[in-house]
């Protein structure tokens, strides 16, 4: 039996199930119709192990870009354990077909060298949150993709260790204007210096900083910077870093 | 685990002025607490939280009790002044008459019954 709702009838439905995967898959398979507004919520969080064999089996399942899953993927999109298959030039393409997601995580963990993020400059207009996890790629290059979303709002930068913090810095011309959170761990001292560098200013209302023993005024200059937005500060020392993500 | 962190800066907080919420992360040592919040000026400031999961707090004593002392003075008299009621966080020792040890190192806030003290659990359910 076609069944067939007013489309505003089964948006009511379907978003009331948002958070029912299990209700949602059962209302995918009840009728064509409504397979589309199911998928918004069923693929709106997305899990990607960034390899070679899963970007390639993602272009095998969904070969034509406007009828991809990619389009409904919102947060978070993951990737993780980086091979080299994010210098693959069709890579680009690919992050691509990703457009309206609202955040990113890019963990770099296992990479000894620094993860190139140029194909991810701008590739979702709608990005508001995006976190950087262990990566050793040069802070030109990380800033570089800070400054390629417009609407950015949150900003997590964990474990930032660049390999060639010494080359030269060119302050990007424009930048987000960054009103939400930042969490800094590790790295505090040469991301800081730049964060303040940045054209728009900093705005966040909420920041969680490991404390520098070293340059203790880095991270009061960065209070500073947000005197007029700051709300939340949660300050934690090196020495208490590892516990610093379980409470929360 | 012991880490000295004696020489733990303190911050200068007194130019955020829309500040509501601080939370410090801190290990057996205090005293970087107790002058950031010091030099807070914000008018909004409501809550404040002193996580010190990190440690043993039967661990604590000697100078770093009196550092303690000096945070339980300093809060205490935010409450009377801004009836800001902070919380902390605080993991128990092994030994059964630990849990008095927290409440013991803020003794005048506890006496007057204006902290919320919470005992850290891991997820595990493990102390």
Same mark, same amino acid.
């Given at each position: 039996?076609? $069944?067939?709702? !007013? !489309?505003?009838?089964?948006?009511?439905?379907?978003?009331?199930?948002?958070?029912?995967?299990?209700? *949602?898959?059962?209302? $995918?398979?009840?009728?064509?119709?409504?397979?589309?507004? +199911? =998928?918004? &919520?069923?693929?709106?969080?997305?899990?990607?192990? @960034?390899?070679?064999?899963?970007?390639? /089996?993602?272009?095998?399942?969904?070969?034509?870009?406007?009828?991809?899953?990619?389009?409904?993927?919102? +947060?978070?999109?993951? $990737?993780?354990?980086?091979?080299?298959?994010?210098?693959?030039?069709?890579?680009? $393409?690919?992050?691509?077909?990703? @457009? =309206?997601?609202? /955040?990113?995580?890019?963990n770099a963990l296992g990479r000894s060298y620094g993860v190139s993020f140029v194909q991810f400059h701008g590739f979702s207009p709608t990005l508001r949150s995006l976190t950087l996890t262990h990566t050793s790629t040069p802070l030109q290059e990380i800033f570089n993709l800070i400054c390629s979303f417009p609407l950015l709002e949150d900003l997590g930068l964990t474990t930032i260790v660049p390999k060639r913090d010494t080359d030269g810095w060119n302050i990007p011309s424009t930048s987000p204007k960054l009103t939400g959170y930042l969490k800094i761990k590790g790295g505090l001292r040469s991301v800081v210096r730049r964060l303040c560098d940045l054209p728009s200013g900093l705005h966040f209302s909420?920041?969680?900083?490991?404390?520098?023993?070293?340059?203790? +005024?880095?991270?009061?200059?960065?209070?500073? =910077?947000?005197?007029?937005?700051?709300? @939340?500060? +949660?300050? /934690?020392? &090196?020495?208490?870093?590892?516990?610093?993500?379980? *409470? =929360? | 685990m012991s880490v000295d962190v004696s020489r733990m800066p303190s911050l200068d907080l007194s130019k955020a002025t829309n500040l509501t919420h601080v939370v410090f992360r801190c290990g057996r040592s205090t005293q970087w607490v107790t002058t950031t919040v010091k030099t807070a000026k914000s008018k909004n400031l409501r809550h404040i939280a002193v996580n010190s999961f990190a440690i043993n707090m039967a661990s604590i004593e000697g100078a770093v009790h009196r550092e303690w002392e000096d945070l339980d003075h300093l809060l205490d008299q935010l409450w009377t002044s801004h009836s800001i009621r902070p919380r902390v966080i605080y993991r128990r020792g092994t030994g059964e008459d630990d849990g008095d040890l927290a409440s013991r190192s803020l003794s005048k806030l506890t006496k007057r019954g204006v902290v919320d003290m919470v005992e850290y659990k891991c997820r595990s359910g493990r102390r």
């Open positions: 039996m076609a $069944c067939s709702l !007013p !489309p505003e009838i089964l948006d009511l439905i379907v978003d009331h199930l948002r958070d029912k995967p299990s209700a *949602l898959k059962k209302c $995918c398979v009840l009728s064509k119709s409504w397979v589309p507004q +199911t =998928r918004r &919520y069923l693929f709106a969080h997305i899990r990607f192990h @960034y390899t070679e064999h899963s970007i390639k /089996s993602w272009k095998l399942a969904f070969p034509d870009p406007s009828n991809s899953l990619a389009q409904h993927a919102r +947060t978070p999109f993951l $990737c993780e354990q980086n091979p080299s298959a994010l210098e693959d030039p069709d890579v680009g $393409c690919w992050i691509r077909t990703f @457009y =309206r997601v609202e /955040s990113l995580h890019v909420k920041i969680r900083v490991s404390h520098d023993n070293e340059e203790p +005024t880095l991270t009061t200059d960065l209070v500073s =910077r947000c005197s007029d937005t700051l709300k @939340y500060l +949660t300050i /934690s020392h &090196y020495a208490s870093g590892a516990f610093f993500f379980q *409470l =929360r | -």
